[in-house]
């Protein structure tokens, strides 16, 4: 049952093929919410899973009655589950939580306390420790936010991840945004609400294993660094000219060469010249085909993701025309 008044609290949670880790999670979950003294609801968001997270959602939202299931048609990835959630939640304050339980849902009090009593809109809840992780995932992650804080002028504190809190009106200004590719941990701060910090031990995985492989860490590295730098798209000139400088002097050497009758000796430096220059063309296209292609997936207008079900319209029509993801507009901006 979801309140007509606005509850306090709205707890998103993406889940794709969690079946292993889902009963845990809410086993762990309800009691912090329960006993917090304020109202919430809980806006599960089933990301197209095909094992038997579904079932054991609705048995859940039938035992639990603040929680409220949402069922998008196909996978659309962590971030649009997140926005799927984000457009749906109606609290004051909004928690964003994976359902592994690596976030402890624990510390949601404590983030809840930080918002207010710091007047916070934002609270990052950072990892000081990822002993956890595997090896792999530590050092690809430190190198994405190193980057990112490099080439993007306002990123997060470094180790805040989707474990957040968000007030009321940072919630509205997201999910007012036309972007598709989003990336909410580079979106959030950018916004430049007043933030804080809560620091928590990275848990390991509770169940399952991860739904991260690496082409989907490599999406969201290429959509962090498209939908917030042009950088690349520099670096692109900037090689084209270096490769130019090297082909310029090359040229003048072989003339040079010409003139007082030494042949250019050697064909593998030629080779390798030619080779170089055709791998930094190629280079510059991919980047900016990268660019390209979110600018024709931006304009076609599709939307992030399609809802199948929602708990709290359990006998539909769907409210396409409440999804903000659903919206026309005049160069296709929809809301995910
Ligand atoms: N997730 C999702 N859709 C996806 C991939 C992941 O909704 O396509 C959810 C997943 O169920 C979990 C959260 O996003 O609740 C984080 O995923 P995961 O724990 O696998 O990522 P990792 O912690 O390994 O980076
Ligand atoms: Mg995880």
């Known amino acids: 049952m979801i309140t007509e008044e606005r509850p306090m609290l709205s707890v998103v949670v993406p889940i794709f093929n969690e079946e292993d880790v889902l009963p845990l999670f809410a086993e762990r979950l309800r009691p912090i919410l329960d006993s917090s003294g304020h109202s919430y609801e809980v806006i599960a968001v089933d990301d197209g899973s095909h094992d038997s997270t579904p079932i054991l959602l609705n048995r859940l939202a039938r035992s639990w009655p603040q929680v409220r299931v949402l069922r998008l048609r196909a996978n659309a990835g962590h971030q649009a589950a997140l926005s799927a959630g984000l457009t749906r939640a109606t609290g004051s304050y909004v928690v ?29 809840a950072v990892r000081v420790d990822r002993s956890t992780d595997t090896r792999f995932k530590r050092s690809t992650a430190g190198g994405f936010y190193r980057v990112m804080a490099r080439i993007s002028d306002n990123s997060g504190p470094i180790g805040a991840a989707d474990f957040r809190l968000m007030s009321r009106a940072t919630v509205d200004a997201v999910n007012s945004l036309p972007e598709r590719h989003r990336v909410l941990r580079l979106i959030v701060p950018a916004l430049g609400f007043p933030s804080t910090t809560v620091t928590y031990r990275r848990a390991e995985r509770a169940a399952g294993h991860t739904k991260y492989p690496l082409s989907a860490m490599l999406r969201l590295t290429l959509d962090s660094i498209t939908g917030f730098s042009v950088i690349p798209l520099r670096l692109a000139t900037w090689s084209g000219l270096l490769s130019g400088a090297v082909a310029a002097l090359l040229l003048l050497y072989a003339v040079g060469s010409f003139a007082v009758g030494r042949t250019v000796s050697g064909w593998a430096s030629t080779f390798a010249v030619v080779a170089g220059v055709g791998a930094v063309q190629l280079l510059c296209l991919g980047l900016l085909g990268e660019y390209v292609g979110r600018m024709y997936s931006q304009m076609q207008g599709r939307p992030a993701y399609f809802v199948a079900y929602d708990s709290a319209h359990p006998d539909g029509p769907m409210d396409w025309d409440h999804d903000p993801a659903m919206r026309a507009s005049p160069v296709g901006s929809p809301n995910t």
Do not use: K
């Open 96 to 124: 964003s939580i994976d359902a592994d339980l690596q976030d402890p849902p624990e510390l949601i009090p404590d983030m809840l306390t930080a918002a207010r009593q710091e007047a916070a809109d934002v609270v990052y």
